[in-house]
Every structure is written in structure tokens, then in C-alpha cells.
């Protein structure tokens, strides 16, 4: 019912910003969360940001608050995530998700729709 395809994604030094972009399509959105996540080689898909889509409420993992941003373009039926002050282990690929069974927020498999991921390198 739901595509999501990210963008955005790419090689910058450490401290330095990317914006990625999840562009969605397939269904009205407005009981919807959509959330980025991250995996590293050899680690587990972890959560990064969510955002509810009707409201704009935002939940963040400890690990970004501060440096990430998500928030979303009804319109577009789009979420963004802007990353400042990128870190090297900030190095994954990023992909963006979507569900309207989500309570936590920060767990995978409250998620129904994924997109296919987009990579982020952050050098030192």
C-alpha cells in the first residue's frame, strides 16, 4: 500500500550535515508515524528519529538529540531528517519506515512499510 524511497545520502567529513529525504506514496498518512532508522555493518537496525504525521511530535534516540532533526511536508508526503555535526559513527545506511500500529516508535517491528535505504559515510 505504501513506497517509501529515501534520498540524500552520500560522504561528508566528520561535522559536516546531510539531509535526507523520504518521499512517500500510496496512502493517506494522517494516522500515521514515520520513523529513520540506521544499520551499521555487523550491528543491528537501530533507531534514530520518528515523527508523527499528523501531529509533528518527534522522538529521537539519545544518540542524535541535539544533531538530528526530522520533521515532514504534508504536502509532499515527505519526512526529512537533517544531520548536523555528523560523526563517524554516524556511518550507515539509513532507512526511512512507516506504520499506523506504532506505540513505542524506536522499534523495528512496529513498522510496516521500509524503504530501500540509503547510505550515509561520514569520513575522519
Known amino acids: 500500500q505504501v513506497q517509501l524511497v529515501e534520498s540524500g545520502g552520500g560522504l561528508v567529513q566528520a561535522g559536516g550535515s546531510l539531509r535526507l529525504s523520504c518521499a512517500a506514496s500510496?496512502?493517506?498518512?494522517?494516522?500515521?508515524?514515520m520513523g529513520w532508522f540506521r544499520q551499521a555493518p555487523g550491528k543491528e537496525r537501530e533507531f534514530v528519529a520518528a515523527?508523527?504525521?499528523?501531529?509533528?511530535?518527534?522522538y529521537y534516540a539519545d544518540s542524535v538529540k541535539g544533531r538530528f532533526t526530522i520533521s515532514r511536508d504534508n504536502a509532499k508526503n515527505t519526512v526529512y531528517l537533517q544531520m548536523n555535526s555528523l560523526k563517524p559513527e554516524d556511518t550507515a545506511v539509513y532507512y526511512c519506515?512507516?506504520?499506523?500500529?506504532?506505540?513505542?516508535?524506536?522499534?523495528?517491528?512496529?513498522?510496516?512499510?521500509w524503504g530501500q535505504g540509503t547510505q550515509v559515510t561520514v569520513s575522519s
Open positions: 519506515a512507516a506504520g499506523d500500529k506504532v506505540v513505542a516508535g524506536n522499534d523495528v517491528h512496529e513498522y510496516d512499510y
Open positions: 500510496g496512502r493517506t498518512f494522517s494516522s500515521y508515524a
Open positions: 515523527i508523527s504525521w499528523s501531529t509533528g511530535s518527534t
